[in-house]
């Protein structure tokens, strides 16, 4: 996959489960995107959330045309835990999220993500 203007491929890999891919959409929240794009490769370790999981990233971005609710398959930036999420369900948030992105091959693997679980985004 390719990187232009608007989207960056990236790679989303789980210690011991596999690989999603997705992309930053930096239309959805431009400044989070790109605070994000100068973090990669992103590394943590995941929490349980609501229809998904989360890891912090320590970019600590303010709101950005920020929604509670979001579709299956959205990746969000979420201001008030400094924290990316990635969503396998749709959900309503506990607070405002950014939506940076989306997953766009085997979201499945991230319902199977157990708390803990090592995982890293990636330029792909």
Do not use: Q
């Not at 959805?28 to 229809?51: D, I, K, N, Q, S």
């Not at 969503?87 to 766009?104: E, K």
């Amino acid at each position: 996959m390719s990187e232009d203007l608007s989207k960056t491929s990236v790679r989303i890999l789980v210690a011991g489960l596999g690989e999603a891919k997705g992309e930053f959409i930096r239309f959805y929240a431009p400044l989070t995107v790109e605070a994000l794009l100068r973090r990669l490769p992103l590394r943590g370790r995941v929490h349980p959330l609501g229809g998904g999981v989360s890891f912090i990233v320590g970019i600590r971005r303010g709101e950005e045309k920020s929604a509670r609710e979001v579709e299956a398959g959205t990746i969000a930036y979420w201001p008030m835990n400094d924290a990316v999420c990635l969503f396998h369900s749709d959900a309503w948030t506990f607070s405002p999220v950014n939506r940076v992105g989306r997953i766009t091959e085997n979201l499945e693997l991230i319902g199977r993500m157990s708390s803990g679980a090592r995982i890293s985004i990636e330029r792909a």
